[in-house]
């Protein structure tokens, strides 16, 4: 018996499909195939336990499925609906006014957007989403700089590196030979352990410019425990909405 299913695991639609069997009696096992998330299960394994066991398992999905067998939910840009900054999901309220283009103001970690009356429907999604991006990008810039100037005595010290914020979709960061410091403007939608990394794992490319072993030994020596904010940084990368 053959069923399909899915659950939402923050921003990320993880479906899956359900292989019932007479043979099974107590384990469900889930796994990943060229087919997508299997999940094998007793006949009579109720649905809702099925969810919870997915759910459980999200982060592992998340670390081993390709990015094709997962999809992030397009935001609809309704009340509601949440967006991540610093770790945090903050709650969108939307107000339709008499304003030329959408206006975000973020106040009391709640997102208020007012929206242009006249706004078609057609446009909608790429109006408002182009005003959030360009308030995370604007917002960006002070935590990026400030994390920068915290983390670079760990290694020495040293003139303040420029730091540039970016639309870089595939790299959080980047370092550039005369040292200048580009950051995912995404980065701020990071829990701060996760922003600390990434500023880390560039300021130690000033000091070693490849991803060597010497690489790797500096930025666990600054941060004992980065590859597991790599691990993290991975999957919750994935999930990001915008």
Same mark, same amino acid.
């Given at each position: 018996?053959?069923?399909r299913d899915?659950? !939402?695991?923050?921003?990320t639609?993880i479906?899956?499909?359900? /292989?019932?069997?007479? $043979?099974? #009696? ?5 796994t990943?195939d060229?087919?997508?998330?299997q ?6 394994t109720?649905? *809702?336990?099925?969810?919870t066991?997915v759910? $459980?398992?999200a982060p ?5 499925a390709s990015?094709? %067998? %997962?999809a992030?939910? $397009? #935001? !609809?840009?309704?009340?509601g609906?949440? %967006?991540?900054?610093? @770790?945090?999901n903050? +709650?969108?309220v939307?107000?339709?006014a008499d304003? $030329?283009?959408p206006?975000?103001r973020?106040d009391?970690? =709640?997102?208020s957007i007012?929206v &242009? !009356?006249e706004l078609p429907?057609e446009? +909608?999604?790429e109006?408002? =989403?182009n /005003?959030i991006v360009?308030?995370? +990008? @604007? +917002? ?6 400030a @994390?920068?100037?915290q983390w670079?005595p =760990?290694?020495g010290?040293g &003139?303040? &590196?420029?730091?540039?914020i970016?639309?870089?979709r595939?790299?959080?960061g ?5 040292g200048t %410091?580009r950051?995912?403007?995404r980065v701020v ?7 600390d990394?990434?500023i880390?794992?560039?300021?130690a490319?000033l000091?070693v410019r490849n991803h060597?072993?010497?690489y790797?030994k500096?930025?666990v020596?600054?941060?004992? *425990?980065?590859?597991?904010r790599r691990?993290?940084l =991975?999957?919750? @990368? ?5």
């Amino acid at each position: 018996m053959i069923e399909r299913d899915s659950i !939402r695991f923050g921003d990320t639609t993880i479906e899956y499909q359900v /292989r019932r069997s007479e $043979r099974r #009696k107590k384990t469900i096992q889930v796994t990943i195939d060229g087919g997508g998330v299997q999940v094998a299960a007793p006949m009579d394994t109720p649905a *809702d336990a099925l969810q919870t066991l997915v759910r $459980r398992r999200a982060p592992w999905i998340l670390n081993h499925a390709s990015d094709e %067998l %997962l999809a992030v939910a $397009r #935001k !609809r840009f309704v009340n509601g609906e949440t %967006l991540p900054y610093l @770790g945090r999901n903050v +709650r969108m309220v939307f107000e339709t006014a008499d304003v $030329r283009t959408p206006e975000v103001r973020f106040d009391h970690w =709640r997102f208020s957007i007012k929206v &242009p !009356r006249e706004l078609p429907e057609e446009q +909608r999604y790429e109006r408002i =989403r182009n /005003r959030i991006v360009a308030w995370y +990008r @604007g +917002r960006a810039t002070i935590p990026l700089q400030a @994390g920068v100037k915290q983390w670079l005595p =760990r290694f020495g010290g040293g &003139p303040v &590196p420029d730091v540039l914020i970016r639309d870089q979709r595939q790299r959080w960061g980047s370092c550039a030979q005369d040292g200048t %410091l580009r950051f995912n403007w995404r980065v701020v939608m990071l829990e701060p352990a996760l922003v600390d990394y990434v500023i880390v794992h560039e300021l130690a490319q000033l000091t070693v410019r490849n991803h060597s072993d010497d690489y790797w030994k500096l930025v666990v020596r600054i941060v004992p *425990d980065a590859q597991e904010r790599r691990r993290k940084l =991975r999957n919750v @990368g994935r999930a990001l909405p915008l």
